[in-house]
């Protein structure tokens, strides 16, 4: 499949590409952004962390705001983040910031209109890692992170698939979107009526039927002003089980929903992904 | 004076906030933020880094995307950062993007219809400094950077204020805008057509009347679209003289223009402005 190279720029050593393509999956024109560190070569493939991001953003957002290039040319990783929805004038679409384009909330949608091009999870999952090992010196290892609507896509993603991922992590993740205003509005344009299909795209009910997990770290601001309606970080706490796997959960004092946030503790995001990714 | 708080970010246990004033000086409402790290307090006032932003900037440029924080508030600096002109719907301005509102160069503009509020000069000098200081757990030891219009503006101020400065840095500065095209624009504009008033401003005619300057620091990418148009490092670099002071003059290859270089290298700049600031 075909890239168009849109953007380039040097950063910390490496480099910081956009690309356009056309997606078979999502039936639309698509972009995404990757870092690829000063380490990457076809010689010395280096592992690869997804980033999805929250309601309204593109692939620009964690790129720019982050600072995490730092640490990952230090630590030999890749990045690839993505946009956070299928795009276009024939895609479908909603008035409200949190449905539609920007809002896939990364899962296949089964209801008109939304099922013709909202079907991020196969995206996320096989498309898009496809098209990055085919064309980036990267490897096969990857692991996922995400920041709130796509903490939820990090976490439900890498729970059904610890095959796939090595580490899962998350910043103010929507933990339990079938109970929670963002989620039942989405899940029910996206998935319909019937509330049992929903159970595989949360968090919380995931974490119940699986045996084992991968590594899982999540980072909440105890100032974030969706805490509590949209964010729940003690529903996801009260569902931990420590046989299943490690979940760590840290509640930052002080800190809110901002970007802010992400770049104060993403160096030890980038340290946990990097340490399962090489073990 | 009194300050209008908009907005207040927790970012590397230090405060991220944007405040709003009534500026004496420019005749207009504007908008300023600052970093203060988490040792800043009142028993223990902390030195200040002044940032300057490019054309088309405002205060948040900077704040988002330079991934200055950690750096900061691990060498204890606050910093803040200005909007790059003065703004409103009675402020002169110009349809192009390189004069008039985001392009206000640093400057006291004599002629009609700038003077009236574009005293930029004044501001960052004397009325920014003076209300920081008033109302901060800051000491009075500064320095001063700045991106391209505001490397020329680092420069230009921190050449002609040596006592009130202890370093200065940028990136990517026009460092003779009366050679430039985009300085020749402007300082057409804000200080009329008798040229020899445009020599006050301009750091290569600066750099060669001072008999002594504090240490300076730039940063160039090579691959910056703008270098022999606009930028002119090697003019710089023609007229220093290492008994007037340490003047560093880097070239980085491969390196653009955008805020991706100024996060690669701003953790060298913050080290250096800390030394002079706290020697």
């Known amino acids: 499949m075909a890239l168009e190279n849109i953007t380039q720029n040097k950063v910390f050593g490496g480099w910081h590409k956009q690309y356009l393509h056309d997606s078979e999956v999502l039936n639309c024109r698509m972009?995404?952004?990757?870092?690829?560190?000063?380490?990457?070569?076809?010689?010395?493939?280096?592992?690869?962390?997804?980033?999805?991001?929250?309601?309204?953003?593109?692939?620009?957002?964690?790129?720019?705001k982050s600072g995490a290039f730092r640490m990952a040319a230090k630590l030999g990783l890749a990045?690839?983040?993505?946009?956070?929805?299928?795009?276009?004038?024939?895609?479908?679409?909603?008035?409200?910031?949190?449905?539609?384009?920007?809002?896939?909330?990364?899962?296949?949608?089964?209801?008109?209109?939304?099922?013709?091009?909202?079907?991020?999870y196969d995206y996320v999952t096989q498309e898009l890692p496809n098209?990055?090992?085919?064309?980036?010196?990267?490897?096969?290892?990857?692991?996922?992170?995400?920041?709130?609507?796509?903490?939820?896509?990090?976490?439900?993603?890498?729970?059904?698939?610890?095959?796939?991922?090595?580490?899962?992590?998350?910043?103010?993740?929507?933990?339990?979107?079938?109970?929670?205003?963002?989620?039942?509005?989405?899940?029910?344009?996206?998935?319909?009526?019937?509330?049992?299909?929903?159970?595989?795209?949360?968090?919380?009910?995931?974490?119940?039927?699986?045996?084992k997990h991968v590594p899982v770290l999540v980072d909440q601001g105890e100032s974030d002003d969706f805490l509590e309606e949209q964010l729940k970080p003690d529903s996801l706490v009260a569902v931990s089980a420590p046989e299943k796997g490690e979940l760590n959960v840290r509640l930052q004092p002080g800190y809110d929903h901002s970007y802010f946030f992400i770049a104060s503790f993403i160096d030890e995001h980038l340290q946990f992904h990097a340490k399962h990714m090489t073990e």
């Open 31 to 64: 972009q995404f952004a990757i870092y690829l560190p000063p380490q990457a070569a076809p010689s010395a493939p280096v592992p690869v962390l997804y980033w999805l991001s929250g309601l309204t953003c593109t692939d620009q957002n964690f790129m720019q």
């Open 79 to 120: 990045i690839v983040a993505m946009d956070t929805s299928p795009r276009g004038e024939d895609v479908a679409d909603d008035d409200g910031y949190d449905l539609g384009q920007g809002a896939g909330f990364y899962l296949n949608a089964t209801e008109f209109p939304w099922s013709r091009h909202y079907q991020m």
């Open 131 to 211: 098209l990055i090992q085919q064309h980036f010196p990267v490897s096969s290892v990857r692991s996922i992170s995400g920041h709130s609507m796509g903490g939820h896509g990090a976490l439900t993603i890498g729970l059904k698939n610890p095959t796939l991922y090595r580490s899962i992590s998350a910043f103010s993740p929507i933990t339990h979107p079938t109970q929670c205003p963002w989620g039942q509005k989405a899940f029910a344009a996206y998935l319909g009526s019937d509330r049992t299909t929903w159970l595989q795209y949360d968090t919380c009910e995931l974490i119940k039927r699986v045996d």
